[in-house]
């Protein structure tokens, strides 16, 4: 099988030769600045000197070509260009403001978010007046994008993922209006938020409207976040998620499953097990990334109860608990063991339950892929 | 409990705010002792929030309501608590860790505590080690509470420690935390004198710390 056939059988539910890889096909599933450059050095690449970052905010990284076919990956991104009309803002003190009017500072390796352009709304039509929204239709997106998808898709056997380009509703709202006013919003000023999520939903379905008329022929798996679970649970009840989020993101998902034949993949970090029933009827195919350290997202139990209905793409290893501190030996024992667990009847890409953060040592990153090469 | 305290709490409960508001009114011009409604009204009711939310019944916005519907009544009864012989458990001193910007955890961690009478100093977020010590001392806080959301930042919680040890402000100081990728492990690894998963066991720890 080359690649493509292989990702396609396991995300058709089909059990492929080996085990897909993922390292960098979206910004969620891939390797930060620092743990990328230090990896180069142990392994003898030579030092990336053009990096191309993924995920400003993030510190993330496309990794070069040659790390990707050492450590066999299957997939390549594609992705969206910045606007033209557009210049994000730089301010002193590491700080900039985004297309979004989200100003984030830099703090040791990330930027947060530390003003939100919807901060002081109060009514439904303060969404639109108070703040500017992106143009989704700003040709500077696209530029460059259908031709290097072609290339790729010609030249190459790789399965393309049209990466994550735009804010989830529930977490955009959160980030606009601020965690703490959105969540109270909910019940005290429900008409705000429905507005807010509704703007952002608006904005999602354009913006994939464009990237689907560029490429949407050519990937096989178009993918979106939102954040929706902390460490131990949801962060709003099942029933405010069905009345407040399930609608919108099933509408996302339809626009998408319309507009091509990918597959959707849903990355939501933390515990979302309670969420997933209602995920899957909204038209997830695939879940991202298996938080596994946040409670109830045990991947031996999401594979027995879910694993017919979703494929599963990450919780490989986890970055929090795990990857950071692990020796050599628990890390091979942990890989083998996912394996074990998650690649029976396919539906699982392998790769670890986040991007991999800075604090992790090159070494025990090859061992990880060294080992779910040797074992896939 | 008076029936006024009950609806207080009821209100309380159900971040109900314009009627915790006015029962808040009611319920001092009807003389009831401010320390009565204080802990039968607010601090009650927000135990039952914790409660309630280490359940699973409640998620974080119900907790957020409660919580902010709790300060309101707060305010109102301000200029009467210095009268009162109303006595707090302890002062806290809260803060994000020195390279982490995150807050919403932090938040919470503060609103229940201030919900269980503690006085609450929230340092805001991005805190270095000498301003926790300035801090600490500034207020005389029985307790320092740090928060990290990565892996990355929480290593700093031990520089504080040994910042607290070297100044000679440990023994007088208990020091509690929490966030996202901490674990009790990691709190025993440091030198923590506890460590809570949620603003719920936060309280719980909190009443545990200053009692012991």
Redesign the interface.
Known sequence: MNPRERALAALNHQEPDKVPVDLGSTIVTTITRTAYDNLRACLDLPEDTSVSISHRQMDTVYPKEDLLQRYGVDFRPVYLQGPWDFKTQELDGDMFIDEYQLKW?K????Y???GRPLDAAETVSDVTRIMKWPDPYDQGRIHGVRERALKLKEETDYLLVADIMCLGPFEGACFLRG??KF??D???NPALAEAILDQILEIDIQLWDVFLSQVGDLVDVAAQGDDLG????????PK?MRKFVMPRLKKLYNFIHTRTKAKVFMHSCGSVYDAIPDLIEAGVDILNPLQR?AAKMDIATLKKEFGKQLSFWGGGID???VL?YATLQQIEEEVKKTLDIMAPGGGYVFVASHNI???VTPDRIDKMYETVLRLR | MSDVTKRLYDAVLEGDLATAQTTVQEAIEAGIPVDEILSEGLVAAMDEVGCLFENGEYYVPEMLISAKTMQACLVLLKPYLSNATVKSPGKVVVGTVHGDLHDIGKNLVCMMLEGAGFEVKDLGIDVDAKKFITQIQAEKAQIVAFSAMLTTTMPYMKTIIQALNESGLRQSVKVMVGGAPLTQTFADSIGADGYAADASQAVALARQLVAA
Not at chain 1, 107 to 110: D, G, I, N, V
Not at chain 1, 230 to 237: A, E, K, M, N, V
């Open positions: 500072k703090a040791s390796y990330y947060d978010v530390i965690y703490e969540l109270t909910l019940h005290w902390t460490q131990r649970s949801l962060y709003i009840s405010m350290s970055v929090q608990q950071p953060q800075a604090d």
